[in-house]
């Protein structure tokens, strides 16, 4: 059967600034949360050189053009336009950006950018992050000067990467290290969390003030969640889940309001967040053009007294052909996830702003690789599914174009189309995934 997508989708790959750039100290760059953390014996990878794309973006670029991507998404980082987050502009970190977007535009890539994918500056982070609303306004204002400098070039435009995970994963992980306890942790996750929307509805508003020509829109990290089982228990601890982490950041960003049912729930036991009438009407006033959906797999919830406030575990399994990284290879929850998105919320543009998998290390020419073709071809079929059934999804990003830094988890993750010779001299070569993928996208689809 011939797997077939229509004229207006276009297929990419996704990249990050810290994943890949390295050179976090050159050309004035300031310092972010995550480069401590780097430097604490626990976490052992070096991210200063990273995949050097800083220094070899033209050849990266010429590989994205060899693949043959419609489209490439990748993300600019705050302190190399602002080293400390607001005040003074680094004009060599704007020259970076404007040559790589040089570079793809004239190899007719279409870029898509992101505002932020976990890299708050480590001034801001000090002073509560999200919290304080001096985070907020620079933000915005940083936003605003991409729009101003980049915005003639780029039409496409993402605030921000997985908000649950920049603060449910890393602030909480971050703060737990320090011996701090949850109780005290968690509210101020759900306070951050209603900063960083704030934030992204300002640049929003900027966005559409300045009437850039183009979209603008929120990529999220969302799945399917199932109780672990049929226990009244785990049925209403994985309900919980589901309602923090899809219901509460999807209707924040397409209805620009908080769900009922969670939200009195966290105002009964962590009273938070703090929310005024005036920021609900930034919300409502400043929703998404478009939903970036980060696909990897389902969870699997159990109920467990350890986890306050959600009173729940997540249940995973070795790692194998059919469970990566991160999540069990569930292609159909991605169709079930995609219609649920039309279904509730009017159905918006959805892109899939990531979705790919790593089985752990790989050497070049494995056997995970064939996985990895396997992995995206099932994807791919049920995005199609989706489509046929109505779901308005226009297009796909592979995590992720080259292998890199997988935060904490270091080099040894490999979620690329491109394998990086991190023992040797960073040589980049192109895998038989991403040579397939590129007769994907030849093609307009596949025989599956
Ligand atoms: O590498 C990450 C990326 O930064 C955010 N989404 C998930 C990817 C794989 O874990």
């Keep these: 059967m011939k797997i077939e997508f229509p004229d207006n989708f276009k297929f990419g790959a996704a990249t990050a600034a810290y994943q890949i750039e390295g050179a976090t100290r050159e050309d004035g760059r300031g310092e972010i949360h995550f480069d401590q953390l ?9 991210p200063t050189i990273a995949c050097d794309h800083y220094h070899r973006y033209k050849e990266d670029v010429g590989l994205i053009s060899e693949l043959g991507l419609q489209t490439y998404r990748f993300s600019i980082s705050w302190t190399r336009i602002f080293p400390e987050g607001d005040g003074k502009l680094n004009e060599k970190g704007l020259k970076f950006y404007d040559d790589l977007i040089k570079e793809l535009v004239s190899a007719g890539i279409e870029p898509l950018a992101t505002l932020y994918h976990f890299d708050i500056p480590l001034s801001f982070y000090d002073i509560g992050g999200w919290r304080n609303q001096r985070t907020v306004s620079a933000f915005s204002e940083y936003a605003k000067t991409c729009f101003e400098r980049f915005g003639d070039r780029i039409k496409y435009w993402a605030t921000f990467n997985e908000p649950a995970v920049d603060q449910y994963s890393i602030y909480y992980m971050i703060e737990k290290m320090k011996s701090r306890k949850a109780k005290e942790v968690f509210p101020e996750v759900l306070n951050n969390l209603h900063g960083l929307f ?7 508003k900027s966005f559409r003030d300045l009437d850039i020509d183009g979209k603008i829109g929120i990529v999220l990290n969302l799945y399917p969640v199932y109780p672990i089982s049929d226990s009244e228990k785990d049925i209403e601890a994985a309900k919980r889940y589901d309602d923090f982490l899809n219901t509460w950041h999807l209707s924040l960003s397409l209805k620009g309001e908080y769900p009922k049912e969670i939200f009195n729930y966290y105002s009964e036991t962590v009273n938070a967040p703090k929310v005024t ?3 609900l009407d930034l919300l409502k006033e400043n929703k998404s053009d478009f939903l970036g959906v980060n696909f990897y797999g389902p969870s699997f919830v159990r109920s467990s007294i350890k986890n306050f406030p959600l009173k729940h575990d997540i249940y995973k399994e070795e790692r194998s052909r059919e469970w990566a990284n991160n999540a069990k290879v569930s292609p159909e929850d991605l169709y079930k996830i995609l219609m649920r998105i039309d279904r509730e919320y009017d159905s918006p543009i959805i892109y899939i702003t990531e979705n790919g998998c790593s089985f752990g290390d790989e050497q070049l020419y494995d056997e995970k690789d064939e996985w990895r073709i396997d992995y995206i071809k099932r994807h791919l079929r049920e995005v199609k599914h989706a489509i046929a059934d109505g779901a308005k999804v226009e297009r796909y990003y592979v995590w992720t174009l080259m292998d890199n ?3 904490a988890q270091g080099f040894e993750e490999k979620y690329g189309l491109i394998y990086v010779d991190f023992a040797g001299d960073l040589k980049r070569t192109i895998k038989k995934s991403g040579c397939w993928y590129s007769e994907v996208i030849k093609n307009r689809g596949f025989d599956f």
């Design 38 to 46: 780097f430097k604490m014996p626990v976490i052992k990878s070096d």
């Design 405 to 407: 830094l997988e935060w």
């Design 198 to 204: 704030k934030a992204h509805a300002l640049a929003i």
């Design 277 to 279: 009438d005036n920021d």
